[in-house]
């Protein structure tokens, strides 16, 4: 076994056994990383949906689905980006490639994925395709999904007309509720990459008919340049070129590339520029245009095409398949010129990296047992398949292209326009490709946990990332995402930068501190701006607004209140609470090599104390966020006047105090004695913070819990949480309690009822489009918090705390078999129950028993507070895929 220091960046680890393993894809990770193989070069950085973005709208009004609608997407000429089904591109995405598909009866091909606008949807928006991420290696070295393709002509128009006739309180209408699967007439189209080498990129796409007859399929994997040439690009424009049977693609700065298609397709050439006649009017613009291909294949448009060069080329081959038989075609991208052997060992190389990933994940999944581990690793996939490039100049945005019309004045003082130092052009984790194409900032933090357990050296450049002068603020706001920067996000960037420190300490044997450092300075000063912001009265009592949790208040959070005054949040207070003693901690670990962040740590713990005492007394000032009388926490409104109102909705707001906990061991004191004097001196001179804190004797020092909530008020809350009755699904915590189906919450305003009840599905309101639900659903980011939080005080209580879990069960748990309670629940969203079908996929009864769609899992973006339904975003393995570490501690007993 090797020591610490030579223990390599990259391998799975468990910290009961320190039981060490290596692979080939770990061996693949640490060159990448080292700088000497650049194997992260080409990956799936493809958007799924460039189309009705922020950063390609260019309207006055700011309608970004309307300004740049699908229905023009395969038409006009994207500036940001590209998109395309199973896309991979290199990582500045200067040269793309994607599957295109068509059926024979489509009026377009099928290159990118369909679905509803935000008001289309009668939820918001909503990708209307069956598409998977199967597997994929951390660099990507193989990467496999599968795209559902309907045999029918795509019911575009149907899908449109009756969700709009639906309203907030009907179903949503699915693809598979058109009856376009029925009898499997479909093709289920596996997209496959591996990478032979760096630079030396394969794709092989398999279709299998399932339906009961020969149908015919038309393949056409293509490769294309993202335009920078017509939006005042520098250097000269790239190229596309037959070469006999191969294809050479010239780039200033990517270089030559070859690619060959094996079974000898049709080769055809358009250009990626958009189809001005067509769209505009515009006779004079010459092609071939950005729908060339399309123009061929479905219309049989030569005219539309070039057999020679462009700057976009498709391998275009017909297959007709027989009933449960399948048809392969396959491709190499090279720097190395074709040859004769290009497809020799072709196969034999995909079987070489799916052996490398299974060795990989067979390290990683130690111990974890065989349905949690499929539903592991597709998280994971997923987790790697979220990646993408994101390029968005806000300057150029507002001001405009050179040689390209000037975008409207009204843009300057719209959205994101104080945010004009950002330059963005970074491979970024994504929630969603398709519903949200674009990084949130609190949903970054929480992807970085799983990608940790596979990767935590992209998961230290993403939290890096967004401390960068070019994306945080001036004044130290860390940006929302692209619909409003300047939106408020709960501060969990401290939180996961920690854990993730913690996680890479444990593979490595050594922490990295100047990854710690250099954010944890970067963070001082976004806590300086929260303090200045949000706490309005000076009291130590936190609003925040919005903070992620959507309609979850009685009034949108996120804009003045009808009422005139500002609500003091449980959650916002909170989080602040949280963020003091994240910060506190980093300040401790620092400490332990220099002494002068024993200071800075003494601030965030004094600062966290009298943020506990105003959060948990505040009696001073009239009515405090915890109520006595219901044992628990709620927001508070003050109106213009002074006067106090509790709005007791019990929610996730009141249980999120539960988070802000922490351990001080003697020993970590005796390493460092400036902040041991410091806080003991506090705690004497400050009786009223002292009974804050509570003390056990522990070997001669005393082991101090530091928290919101403790002993009496701790079961309180605890007995809240576990009860079936309140916030206890079968399937985790809900978001709000299920009292308030019987109880509604309502809130009487000059004649106007402000109403909170329990909707444990979609959301029956348009606040914040619709297509978000706090009031009931369970939503994993929380409740892996809360998971953890519990871990933490029990490594303080031990074992002898006992809480009744579930509430009148009468079984007693130590908080840490509460944890795993929680974690199994979650775990069951997704795994077989004893009817051989998972509950989130209960979608339809397809879904939930058709063992080819059973097994492709879906990471819903939340779920259903009774049934554990899936609901929103379906391919939310951002926060979603926190059951990977979910199912990781499960393994470790822990």
């Known amino acids: 076994m090797t020591t610490p220091k030579e223990t390599p960046k990259h391998f799975a680890y468990d910290p009961r056994k320190r039981d060490w393993g290596v692979s080939s894809e770990h061996d693949r990770l640490q060159h990448n990383d080292d700088g000497k193989e650049n194997w992260k070069h080409w990956g799936p950085y493809l958007s799924e949906r460039q189309w009705g973005t922020v950063r390609e709208d260019y309207s006055s009004d700011g309608n970004a689905w309307d300004n740049f609608s699908f229905d023009v997407s395969h038409l006009r000429t994207y500036r940001w980006g590209e998109d395309g089904i199973g896309g991979w591109s290199d990582d500045e995405q200067q040269l793309c490639f994607c599957l295109g598909m068509w059926n024979g009866k489509d009026h377009i091909i099928k290159e990118r994925l369909f679905g509803l606008t935000n008001s289309q949807g009668n939820h918001g928006e909503d990708v209307k395709e069956y598409y998977y991420y199967l597997d994929a290696t951390p660099t990507h070295s193989y990467a496999k999904m599968l795209y559902k393709y309907p045999q029918a002509h795509f019911p575009y128009d149907q899908l449109k007309n009756v969700n709009r006739e639906r309203g907030f309180h009907d179903p949503e209408f699915e693809l598979l509720d058109t009856g376009i699967f029925d009898e499997n007439r479909y093709f289920d189209v596996y997209i496959e990459y591996a990478q032979a080498g760096v630079d030396d990129l394969l794709v092989r796409a398999t279709a299998y008919n399932r339906g009961p007859e020969k149908a015919q399929l038309h393949l056409m994997p293509q490769l294309w340049f993202r335009n920078t040439w017509s939006f005042g690009g520098k250097g000269e424009k790239p190229i596309m070129k037959r070469s006999g049977g191969v294809v050479t693609i010239e780039h200033a700065d990517l270089g030559t590339f070859y690619a060959t298609a094996e079974d000898g397709s049709d080769v055809i050439f358009c250009n990626n520029d958009t189809n001005s006649p067509t769209l505009y009017g515009a006779s004079s613009a010459q092609g071939p245009f950005k729908d060339g291909l399309n123009a061929y294949v479905v219309n049989g448009n030569k005219a539309a095409v070039s057999s020679e060069s462009g700057t976009k080329v498709g391998f275009l081959s017909k297959k007709d398949i027989e009933a449960g038989g399948s048809a392969v075609v396959r491709i190499r991208l090279s720097k190395t010129a074709a040859n004769g052997d290009s497809f020799k ?142 939106d408020v996000n709960p501060p969990v960037h401290g939180w996961a930068t920690y854990r993730v420190y913690e996680i890479d300490k444990q593979l490595r044997g050594q922490g990295d501190t100047q990854f710690l450092e250099v954010i944890f300075h970067r963070l001082m000063i976004n806590f300086t701006w929260w303090v200045n912001r949000k706490d309005k009265e000076d009291m130590n009592v936190f609003q925040g ?73 505040f009696t001073s000032h009239g009515v405090g966020l915890w109520d006595e009388e219901d044992k628990f926490f709620y927001d508070v409104l003050t109106m213009p006047d002074g006067n106090r109102i509790p709005l007791k909705v019990r929610s996730m707001v009141g249980l999120l105090p539960l988070i802000a906990v922490e351990t001080i061991e003697p020993e970590l004191l005796e390493k460092l004695p400036t902040f041991k004097r410091r806080m003991e001196n506090m705690l004497e001179a400050r009786p009223d913070l002292h009974e804050l804190v509570t003390e056990w004797n522990e070997g001669g020092g005393k082991k101090r819990l530091l928290s919101l909530v403790r002993g009496d008020r701790l079961k309180a809350i605890i007995k809240r949480l576990g009860d079936p009755a309140e916030f206890l699904s079968e399937y985790g915590i809900r978001s709000l309690s299920r009292v308030h189906g019987d109880r509604p919450y309502n809130f009487e305003w000059y004649g106007s009822n402000f109403s909170v009840n329990y909707e444990p599905g979609e959301s029956t309101t348009g606040m914040f489009g619709g297509n978000s639900n706090w009031r009931g659903p369970i939503w ?97 393995t951002g926060w979603t895929g926190c059951l990977a570490k979910v199912i990781q501690i499960l393994s470790m007993k822990i």
């Open 345 to 486: 060992n072709f196969d034999a190389t995909f079987e070489k990296r799916i052996s490398e990933a299974d060795e990989f994940y067979g390290i990683v999944q130690k111990d974890v047992e065989k349905d949690q581990a499929l539903i592991q690793r597709q998280a994971l996939a997923g987790m790697i398949w979220t990646k993408q490039y994101f390029n968005y100049n806000v300057f150029q945005w507002l001001q405009g292209d050179p040689g390209c019309p000037s975008p409207p004045e009204e843009r300057k003082k719209g959205r994101n326009s104080d945010w004009e130092h950002m330059v963005q052009c970074d491979i970024i984790s994504m929630p969603d490709k398709w519903e949200y194409p674009w990084y949130a900032a609190w949903d970054l933090a929480f992807h970085c946990i799983p990608l940790a357990l596979v990767d935590v050296h992209f998961a230290k450049q993403q939290l890096l990332l967004m401390v960068k002068d070019r994306y945080m603020h001036p004044n130290g706001q860390l940006p929302a995402y692209e619909w409003n920067f300047g």
């Open 545 to 617: 607004g919005f903070l992620g949790l959507d309609n979850i208040g009685v009034f949108d959070r996120s804009h003045a209140l009808p009422t005139g005054g500002h609500i003091n949040q449980s959650d916002g207070t909170a989080w602040m609470a949280f963020y003091c003693l994240t910060l506190m901690r980093m300040s401790l670990e620092l400490a332990k090599d220099n002494p002068i962040y024993e200071d800075i740590a003494s601030k965030f713990l004094e600062h966290f104390m009298l943020i506990a005492k105003a959060m948990t007394k």
């Open 780 to 876: 994993m980011p929380v409740n892996y918090l809360i998971l953890e939080s519990l871990q933490k005080f029990n490594e303080f209580y031990t074992d002898d705390y006992k809480v009744e879990f579930p509430t009148g069960s009468g079984k007693e748990l130590a908080l840490r078999e509460v944890a795993s309670d929680i974690g199994q629940r979650l775990v069951a969203l997704f795994a077989l129950g004893k009817d051989g079908q998972r509950a989130s996929m209960k979608q339809h009864p397809k879904m939930a028993e058709d063992p080819h769609f059973r097994d492709n899992l879906l990471f819903w973006e939340y779920f259903h507070g009774d049934t554990g339904r899936g609901i929103g975003a379906n391919h939310q």
